[in-house]
């Protein structure tokens, strides 16, 4: 072969790697080691019934958590949300460790995790029209089991079924006839072949809306079931003001969560009339798998007064403890330990709690807490002003430990435990004793939560407020 031949094939090669390094956004020419994952993270909260504790070995410690490596790759959104993750899956052709994420403007975005190159992203149709403007979402996707197809929002209501092999959608969804009112923020889940997903309202609670419960088949997007937390006497997707009453958003990070055993599906809402028939504002509600029968409910005994201070009840999803014990957080500084039960009760039930506790620092509760199981089952909680810890025994909660730093919904993953400040900054702690072992470098954001696999951390940050278009995915590996 030429030489003249040989230096066109040369320039060739390094111009195709120049556009690839121009989707990279790579923080360090120092090439990375490829490493090969064997475990997955495929929605908020680890699990579908949202423990925010993931049982799986990270290779992260106390004594190599200092030791790990920041990369910082641009995107084309901010993700005020969390990631997801899949390991060893095709994409483009080769196998890959791949991060998910989904943009506050719908944009769904594959990223490489061990160069953090970008793979493919999702846009959808309409995108132009609400970007940069208040109509948005914060939701985090969800992958199916089977590991070929993860499940998105985006902010015209819409939920989308994505390959995760090149992103081409496969169906999209309403689940909303009101995307300008009616809000996707909280997180996806998915149960036996069905993709549940919730609706709420913006900011300023301008009317109409209600939060709904969407159950989709995961197969061909069909909405198969509507539960509706005002008017819930009609069982289909509601025109919002043809209903009398608005609010009741179902708008806290966990969204739907979970009873793996029965299937039964635990919600809660935010300010709007409670009549315990067909009114659940401010309550937390249990229904069955096909969203049609109200098993329990609770809401306190000043309802009336946590709705006319805007102080939602909803703020957080209910927290599963087992044995028939739910915790519930709330806009007014308080976490209730409440006996639950599958009684079929679409009646009022007011008060009755087993305890209450005050928040970490008696601030509101927007984060979802997190519960690790074992000989003792410990509760991890933070709020705007603090962090704290509880065992829990004998359907009783004690504190253990507390401190004034400020975080969103706590991870434990590897024996450790992981809070963001949304003022900048990711904290690890010893679970038990809340001792700090490490603090990674990091900007703030507003709803961002870490996911810990594989020997690394994702964390994005920003927040959905600032309507961006741009924003930056943390990613930390071991080196």
């Given at each position: 072969?030429?030489?003249?031949?040989?230096?066109?094939?040369?320039?060739?090669?390094?111009?195709?790697?120049?556009?690839?390094?121009?989707?990279?956004?790579?923080?360090?020419?120092?090439?990375?080691?490829?490493?090969?994952?064997?475990?997955?993270?495929?929605?908020?909260?680890?699990?579908?019934?949202?423990?925010?504790?993931?049982?799986?070995?990270?290779?992260?410690?106390?004594?190599?958590?200092?030791?790990?490596?920041?990369?910082?790759?641009?995107?084309?959104?901010?993700?005020?949300?969390?990631?997801?993750?899949?390991?060893?899956?095709?994409?483009?052709?080769?196998?890959?460790?791949?991060?998910?994420?989904?943009?506050?403007?719908?944009?769904?975005?594959?990223?490489?995790?061990?160069?953090?190159?970008?793979?493919?992203?999702?846009?959808?149709?309409?995108?132009?029209?609400?970007?940069?403007?208040?109509?948005?979402?914060?939701?985090?996707?969800?992958?199916?089991?089977?590991?070929?197809?993860?499940?998105?929002?985006?902010?015209?209501?819409?939920?989308?079924?994505?390959?995760?092999?090149?992103?081409?959608?496969?169906?999209?969804?309403?689940?909303?006839?009101?995307?300008?009112?009616?809000?996707?923020?909280?997180?996806?889940?998915?149960?036996?072949?069905?993709?549940?997903?919730?609706?709420?309202?913006?900011?300023?609670?301008?009317?109409?809306?209600?939060?709904?419960?969407?159950?989709?088949?995961?197969?061909?997007?069909?909405?198969?079931?509507?539960?509706?937390?005002?008017?819930?006497?009609?069982?289909?997707?509601?025109?919002?003001?043809?209903?009398?009453?608005?609010?009741?958003?179902?708008?806290?990070?966990?969204?739907?969560?979970?009873?793996?055993?029965?299937?039964?599906?635990?919600?809660?809402?935010?300010?709007?009339?409670?009549?315990?028939?067909?009114?659940?504002g401010d309550a937390a509600v249990s229904i069955d798998s096909t969203a049609t029968?109200?098993?329990?409910?609770?809401?306190?005994?000043?309802?009336?007064?946590?709705?006319?201070?805007?102080?939602?009840?909803?703020?957080?999803?209910?927290?599963?403890?087992?044995?028939?014990?739910?915790?519930?957080?709330?806009?007014?500084?308080?976490?209730?330990?409440?006996?639950?039960?599958?009684?079929?009760?679409?009646?009022?039930?007011?008060?009755?709690?087993?305890?209450?506790?005050?928040?970490?620092?008696?601030?509101?509760?927007?984060?979802?807490?997190?519960?690790?199981?074992?000989?003792?089952?410990?509760?991890?909680?933070?709020?705007?002003?603090?962090?704290?810890?509880?065992?829990?025994?004998?359907?009783?909660?004690?504190?253990?430990?507390?401190?004034?730093?400020?975080?969103?919904?706590?991870?434990?993953?590897?024996?450790?435990?992981?809070?963001?400040?949304?003022?900048?900054?990711?904290?690890?702690?010893?679970?038990?004793?809340?001792?700090?072992?490490?603090?990674?470098?990091?900007?703030?954001?507003?709803?961002?939560?870490?996911?810990?696999?594989?020997?690394?951390?994702?964390?994005?940050?920003?927040?959905?407020?600032?309507?961006?278009?741009?924003?930056?995915?943390?990613?930390?590996?071991?080196?």
């Open positions: 072969m030429s030489f003249r031949i040989l230096c066109f094939l040369a320039l060739c090669a390094c111009g195709a790697a120049a556009t690839r390094d121009r989707d990279s956004a790579v923080a360090t020419t120092i090439p990375t080691p490829r490493r090969a994952g064997t475990h997955d993270w495929t929605r908020f909260g680890w699990d579908a019934g949202r423990s925010n504790v993931s049982l799986d070995p990270t290779g992260i410690t106390a004594a190599n958590i200092s030791k790990m490596v920041r990369r910082q790759v641009q995107l084309d959104g901010t993700v005020d949300a969390s990631p997801i993750y899949l390991h060893d899956v095709r994409v483009n052709g080769a196998e890959r460790d791949v991060f998910f994420v989904t943009t506050t403007y719908g944009k769904t975005i594959a990223i490489d995790a061990n160069d953090g190159s970008i793979l493919w992203r999702y846009t959808p149709a309409g995108y132009d029209r609400w970007a940069g403007s208040r109509q948005v979402t914060t939701a985090t996707p969800v992958a199916d089991p089977a590991r070929n197809f993860i499940y998105a929002a985006s902010p015209d209501g819409h939920i989308q079924k994505l390959s995760v092999a090149d992103g081409r959608p496969a169906w999209s969804t309403a689940i909303t006839r009101l995307p300008e009112r009616e809000k996707i923020a909280s997180s996806l889940n998915y149960f036996h072949g069905k993709v549940i997903a919730t609706t709420g309202g913006y900011i300023g609670d301008a009317p109409p809306y209600q939060g709904h419960v969407a159950i989709l088949d995961a197969q061909n997007g069909r909405l198969v079931h509507v539960w509706n937390s005002l008017c819930s006497d009609r069982r289909e997707l509601l025109e919002p003001s043809s209903c009398e009453e608005s609010g009741s958003a179902i708008w806290g990070r966990t969204g739907a969560v979970i009873d793996t055993t029965t299937g039964d599906i635990y919600i809660a809402t935010g300010n709007a009339r409670y009549d315990g028939r067909i009114h659940w029968t109200i098993l329990d409910n609770y809401t306190p005994t000043n309802t009336d007064d946590l709705n006319s201070r805007d102080a939602d009840l909803g703020s957080t999803s209910p927290v599963l403890l087992g044995n028939g014990y739910v915790l519930q957080g709330g806009k007014d500084g308080r976490i209730r330990l409440l006996q639950w039960g599958r009684a079929r009760r679409a009646s009022a039930r007011r008060g009755g709690e087993t305890q209450v506790v005050s928040t970490p620092s008696g601030d509101d509760l927007f984060t979802a807490p997190a519960v690790m199981r074992g000989s003792t089952t410990w509760i991890f909680a933070a709020d705007n002003r603090g962090t704290a810890a509880w065992t829990y025994g004998g359907n009783r909660l004690q504190e253990v430990w507390k401190n004034r730093n400020g975080g969103t919904s706590p991870v434990v993953a590897g024996g450790l435990l992981y809070v963001y400040d949304t003022d900048g900054g990711l904290r690890v702690y010893e679970p038990q004793s809340g001792k700090q072992i490490a603090e990674l470098e990091c900007g703030g954001g507003h709803w961002n939560s870490p996911i810990i696999v594989d020997g690394r951390i994702a964390l994005p940050e920003g927040s959905a407020n600032s309507h961006r278009q741009s924003g930056v995915l943390n990613i930390w590996r071991l080196p």
